[in-house]
């Protein structure tokens, strides 16, 4: 055996027995509380805006449901492809991509609608005169990309009000959205509504803010399971959107306690994305919270067909999402 | 084992290439059936092939495969031409190593993703931010072979090139190039495969409607794996045929490195000792052996 096998070996050996500590560690944490450890996809990086589910965690509702949730801050879509492998039970994910899911027999099924009102706008600095949809007619706007939330937002607001892509200078810029929109390189941009229009507004900017929710009602951020977990364990769905709900309704009814909250689940989080929260509230608020509507299914599956994102309507639109679970556990 | 070892040895490259691409079917076929995976886990090689025919048959395929081939070479050239004079430079001056080597260095532990978003901000042009994302990554390899290349010339050669009065010039052309060119061409492949991959980090990043890494992303978005497996494989084979381009000029350049299974440097040392014994040989015989 030479030199480089002799270390290599008890390196490797002690690597192996590193992991498998971890892994114990993992598992000891999970049995000796009691709880059952579940891994959330969340879509996103660590934000207020996931202020309900740190409120949940933290005032105990999902330790009452016999769950310890770890938050996994991953794509939306890996979230969507883990939940349809069945690989984790519940994932926050957008309502276009459960429908593109569907459409590719990913066994999925959205059962709690988050965010009521599809959070995108189209935005632009007053002077460009941007008031209505129609005075994008013959400018230019910056996306993100040809796909995504933001795309099938803006054509969503171009098709409610009866206007074609050619009628607009769409280009591709990327997520920088503000810095295009402030060096005039692009006359209006499309964003998060509850994001970058509060940071443009902060910064002093005089905006003007197209809400595509204003226009066309589309699915959006909610939570996402598959069948088999409903069919096999509707205590852990029932659980899950219990605690959700009674997180999401304490954040509603108390946002500055949400807020502190959130500073405990968000590194080096200070005071200065409080109107986030309070913006993103907006969209979240509902007589029934959590509650999802066929409507708004059946026009985001028909703009999806129309962008031509999907060939075909889906079969069985109706099996993919509920609201058994929000009615039977509304807080 | 030995026997299909020597029969497999006996066969042409291509039926030996058609036979381990048959092997690697039949097990990605046996891995779908035996793992029950559902096709957007991973679809099967008939899956693949169906959806490779529409995208081929609709001109998505070819359409996003030339405006990624439109962004590898650039990139691949300007990094190209960026590392080799700066590789000479940098093997030829002690003082320039020891000023920039460190930021080279230091430079390859920042990852191109993290700041290929920036790069949209600071040029103003998507395609050549995704074309500089390329060069970023093609640059190191090169660089480093460059180097090694041109400090691979025995000290024994610039002493013979001094004695027979050789310009700066011809020290370059005649000597340190052609020594260096096998390196010089083993980063060129590293490079040529390692385009493809930064080409592909810079269409994620800086989304065009255009591109294969385009096409990538709205296939993870609609959840067709198959498609994501079509642009994988055509990546594969864009990485393989620059691979290909480059070894073939490098059987072109290097046609006097291997003889009688010499390497090139041990020819050179060889004809050192032989032209140094020999003293009245003139420079031309000595270009016309390296």
Known sequence: ?331 | MKNIKRFLDAQPTWLTVLASLIVLLIAWQLLVILGDYPAFILPGPADVWRQFQIVLADGRLVRHSLITISEIIPGLLIGLFIAVPLGYMLAKSPLAERLLSPYLIASQAIPVIAIAPLLTIWISSTYWSRVTVAVLVVFFPILINSITGIRSVPPEMYELMASLHATRGQVFSKMELPAAMPMLLTGLKVGATLAVIGTLVGEFVQPRSEGLGYLLVTARYQFKTDLVFVVLIALGAIALSLYGLVSLLERRLLRWQLRDGKSASALQREKVVVISQGSSESIKYVEKEI
Not at chain 1, 70 to 83: H, Q
Not at chain 1, 95 to 109: E, F, H, T, W
Not at chain 1, 189 to 218: K, R, T
């Open chain 1, 1 to 331: 055996m030479n030199r480089f096998a002799r270390l290599l070996i008890p390196l490797l050996i002690i690597l192996l027995v590193l992991a498998g500590c971890n892994s114990t560690a993992v598992e000891q944490e999970a049995s000796s509380g009691g709880l059952t450890q579940l891994r959330l996809p969340m879509g996103y990086i660590p934000d207020p805006q996931y202020a309900p589910l740190y409120v949940a965690v933290d005032k105990g509702y999902f330790a009452e449901e016999g769950l310890a949730l770890e938050f996994d801050y991953s794509f939306e879509t890996d979230g969507m492809a883990l939940v349809g492998a069945n690989e984790v039970p519940f994932a926050l994910v957008g309502g276009d991509q459960v429908i593109l899911a569907r459409a590719q027999d990913l066994p999925v099924v959205y059962i709690l609608e988050w965010f009521q009102k599809y959070p995108i706008a189209i935005v632009s600095r007053q002077a460009a005169g941007i008031e209505t949809p129609q005075d994008l007619i013959g400018r230019s706007v910056g996306l993100p990309g040809f796909f995504g939330t933001s795309y099938v937002g803006y054509v969503g607001l171009l098709s409610a009000n009866n206007m074609t892509e050619d009628q607009v200078e769409a280009k591709d810029i990327g997520f920088t959205q503000i810095e295009n929109l402030l060096s005039d390189q692009v006359d209006a941009v499309v964003v998060f509504a509850n994001n970058e229009p509060i940071q443009l507004e902060n910064m002093g900017e005089a905006i003007n803010n197209l809400q595509v929710a204003d226009y066309i009602d589309l699915v959006h951020n909610g939570v996402v399971t598959n069948e088999e977990t409903i069919a096999n364990n509707p205590q852990l769905v029932e659980g899950f959107t219990r605690a959700f709900l009674r997180g999401l309704k304490d954040t509603i009814a108390n946002p500055d306690e949400a807020y502190e909250i959130s500073k405990k689940y968000v590194e080096g989080l200070d005071n200065s994305r409080r109107d986030v929260l309070d913006s993103s509230i907006e969209f979240w608020r509902a007589d029934t919270l959590g509650l999802t509507d066929g409507q708004s299914w059946k026009r985001t599956e028909d703009l999806l067909i129309e962008m031509g994102l999907l060939d075909h309507p889906v079969a069985d639109l109706e099996k993919a999402y509920t609201n058994d679970f929000v009615l039977k556990v509304q807080p």
